[in-house]
Every structure is written in structure tokens, then in C-alpha cells.
């Protein structure tokens, strides 16, 4: 009886290969203030599908569009700039 076997690499990924990289999950980590900051945005936009909006409600949004901007400012400010690097 004659064994079938692949001659192609497999199409989908092997079990170790699944899982996120140190570098991936480094990076996840240093987005995560702006993925929450996003998260609590869209749920304030969310809150407003089915109502009218509030005084309260624009507050909320307003408040969770700056925390957004600072976040990204902030993420901004950690990434080293090519420029520092080479010189």
C-alpha cells in the first residue's frame, strides 16, 4: 500500500504558530490605553442609537474624545523618532 503524503507546506497555521510573538503582545500593551480610550468612545456613540442625545450625553462623548486624543498623544510621545535613533 502506497503512503499519501503532502508535498506542499499546509495551508493553515501549526499549533505553536497560533500564538502572539512577545513583540505582538509588546505591541498589543503599548496600544492598549488608546484600544480603551476608542472602547469607551464607542460605547458613549453606541448609548446614542436608540435615544436623543442628553446634555449629559454630550459631555460623555466629549470627555471620551479627549481621553482618546491624550491617549494618542501620549502613545505619540513613547514611539522613538528615527531621527534620535540614527543620529
Given at each position: 500500500m502506497k503512503s499519501i503524503v503532502a508535498r506542499q507546506m499546509p495551508v493553515?497555521?501549526?499549533?505553536?504558530d497560533l500564538e502572539p510573538t512577545d513583540a505582538e503582545l509588546d505591541a498589543i500593551e503599548a496600544e492598549m490605553p488608546i484600544i480603551s480610550a476608542e472602547v469607551e468612545l464607542l460605547d458613549a456613540l453606541i448609548a446614542l442609537l436608540d435615544r436623543?442625545?442628553?446634555?449629559?450625553?454630550?459631555?460623555?462623548?466629549?470627555?471620551?474624545?479627549?481621553?482618546?486624543l491624550a491617549a494618542r498623544r501620549?502613545?505619540?510621545?513613547?514611539?522613538?523618532?528615527?531621527?534620535?535613533e540614527v543620529a
Open positions: 493553515t497555521a501549526l499549533w505553536p436623543p442625545a442628553s446634555e449629559f450625553d454630550g459631555r460623555r462623548i466629549c470627555r471620551a474624545h479627549r481621553r482618546v501620549a502613545a505619540a510621545n513613547k514611539a522613538p523618532t528615527v531621527a534620535a
